[in-house]
């Protein structure tokens, strides 16, 4: 059995158990006074009854884990060690919380593959080892030293400064129960539901600034993360390839099946771009950062020349292409779409001096190095004009060529999903630089609306983890969490079938259109009864796997049918 121990704090603890389709136990790791123990007296708020500060936090990560109990199913116990801690803070910016897993799994019996897990050599964490083994892996895990927590599956820690003078003054943790967090405080059960998720699996192992692996192991999310200008997934890469792919933003996707069949659901059609239609040395489309204010982009597009708006070097801005200041080519501009640069003063005031010069648009380069480009922030409703940002190396590009005529359309593919390729296979977060804690183990902000799972919490987002309103329980499906909902280490069904009720052979058309006799007699289907034997999901894959392969050596079914059917089994 290979086992890994990841660094922890510990404190001192007290149990809190939560229960649903998977019970989840809160451990209380602060300190008397502090955290969750903290005595402050306080009102109820949106339907937290707790009295005391410490008891309303605890309630909410209590209600955070009900709601992760009830979307997963699994026969052993998870365990959460949580506590306030101090976190990185500044006046602008803070860490809300961090979790991950405690311990990771492989090569469970020594042979390449645990009970339940689907590949060998991979790394799984504790809670989905424990959930497809069917027993508790942290038995496995020597006991911990006298006086010290116990053994859990998952650490979560919560920043205890968030509001303070210094850490987002006046942007408290809202600790209501009913998701109407008011003004600008953050919503804690919503930060709570995104750490407890990663402690579930979502996120890579890897480290992404040098793409070294723990004992040079894969591990189950990197099976599905792939780089498509590669044509590899993480597991499959060396670390320069993965430390590379880190940074690869829009060409680093989800590669599962269940994400990519519910993205349809969830994610609204529509991804902004910008297409350079000339001059021919720079032809193409680009990635742009849409404005929070402004007309948005639309499907029939904005066409026009660009030009290299121009403004006094003075106290509202020292550069002579900020357009911080009325702008002085203001007769080149009209008519036209406007170059403007980062920087100095708010994206508001540049797009309102370019409107005012009679511009069409305004391309917002940045100033500084990284990709992909981030929106326009701000608010002014007197602004009638789109607007979008586009790199510092775009925009660099487009400046060199503005002599030879520079001519872009500024619009919405609609035939995309906005967060997805073309293929329907969503972005993850893969922003250059690398930001280690966020880089690979999120989606990519540009998913519309936005995911639990992007590296900021928004405040659009609903208390639900699965479709039609979030993707995070499909990626947790992906990765193992097939549904149980008897906890008995079988997928839904499985236990209900018999061989009796077999009737016919199960084959996909080619055009992937029909699925002749998957239904039998009592509602059982042919995944159900190809693994009844099974003792849990994995050994059920595993079974089918072996069939579907000699169904295609006899010639009964063809390579695009035994992968079709081993998809669907692999995810029920």
């Not at 792919?245 to 599962?256: D, F, Q, T």
């Not at 403007?340 to 010069?357: S, Y």
């Not at 992909?372 to 190396?393: E, F, K, M, N």
């Amino acid at each position: 059995m290979r086992r890994l121990l990841l660094p922890l704090l510990l404190l001192v603890a007290a149990v809190a158990p939560a229960f649903a389709n998977a019970k989840i136990t809160i451990v209380n790791n602060d300190v008397a006074g502090s955290g969750f123990n903290d005595p402050t007296p306080v009102n109820p708020v949106g339907g937290n009854t707790g009295t005391t500060l410490g008891a309303q936090r605890l309630n909410v990560i209590r209600k955070a884990a009900e709601i992760w109990g009830d979307a997963v199913d699994s026969p052993i116990e998870i365990t959460v060690l949580a506590n306030f801690v101090p976190l990185t803070c500044t006046a602008t910016a803070a860490t809300l919380g961090s979790a991950g897993p405690r311990f990771i799994f492989s090569d469970f019996t020594g042979d390449g593959l645990f009970p339940g897990a689907e590949f060998p050599n991979v790394w799984y964490p504790s809670d989905l080892t424990s959930k497809r083994a069917g027993v508790n892996a942290l038995d496995f895990v020597p006991p911990p030293p006298a006086g010290t927590p116990p053994n859990t599956d998952i650490r979560a820690r919560f920043n205890v400064n968030l509001g303070r003078t210094g850490c987002l003054t006046g942007s408290p943790f809202y600790l209501g129960l009913d998701d109407a967090e008011p003004g600008t405080t953050v919503n804690l059960l919503t930060v709570a539901i995104h750490e407890l998720s990663h402690g579930l699996g979502f996120l890579s192992f890897a480290d992404v600034s040098t793409g070294t692996q723990i004992l040079d192991m894969g591990d189950v999310y990197g099976h599905y993360l792939l780089d498509t200008a590669a044509g590899l997934t993480w597991n499959e890469m060396t670390n320069a390839q993965r430390t590379a792919s880190a940074i690869n933003s829009r060409r680093l996707v989800w590669n599962g099946d269940t994400v990519r069949s519910d993205a349809p659901s969830v994610l609204s059609l529509g991804r902004p771009f910008m297409r350079v239609n000339a001059p021919a040395a720079i032809m193409g489309l680009y990635e742009v950062g849409t404005a929070a204010f402004g007309p948005a982009l639309t499907a029939v597009g904005l066409t026009g020349d660009v030009v290299l708006a121009l403004d006094a070097a003075d106290a509202a801005g020292p550069s002579t292409t900020d357009a911080c200041s009325p702008l002085t080519n203001a007769a080149a501009v009209a008519g036209r779409i406007a170059l403007v640069d980062r920087g100095t003063c708010g994206f508001v005031v540049k797009v309102k001096n370019a409107q005012n010069a009679g511009a069409r648009a305004v391309i917002v380069a940045d100033n500084a190095a990284g990709s992909p480009p981030a929106g326009l922030g701000g608010a002014d409703p007197t602004i009638t004009i789109p607007s979008v940002r586009i790199t510092q190396a775009d925009g660099a590009l487009v400046k060199s060529q503005l002599g030879a005529g520079v001519n872009v359309t500024l619009g919405m593919d609609m035939t995309v999903l906005s967060g997805a390729d073309a293929s329907g296979r969503v972005f993850m977060n893969a922003p250059n630089p690398v930001v280690p804690g966020s880089s690979v183990s999120h989606w990519d902000p540009i998913a519309a609306p936005n995911l639990l799972m992007e590296p900021n919490i928004n405040t659009d987002l609903t208390l639900s983890v699965k479709p039609p309103q979030d993707l995070t329980l499909s990626l947790l499906r992906d990765i193992g969490w097939f549904p149980d909902a008897d906890n008995d280490g079988l997928a839904n069904g499985l236990d209900s079938c018999d061989a009796s009720d077999l009737r016919d052979t199960i084959f996909i058309g080619e055009d992937d259109t029909e699925v002749p006799n998957q239904i039998f007699s009592d509602g059982c289907t042919m995944s159900d009864l190809l693994n009844v034997d099974a003792r849990n999901h994995g050994g059920a894959v595993s079974d089918a796997t072996h069939l579907l392969n000699e169904w295609r050596s006899q010639g009964l079914i063809t390579d695009k049918e035994r992968k079709k059917i081993h998809d669907e089994l692999a995810h029920q």
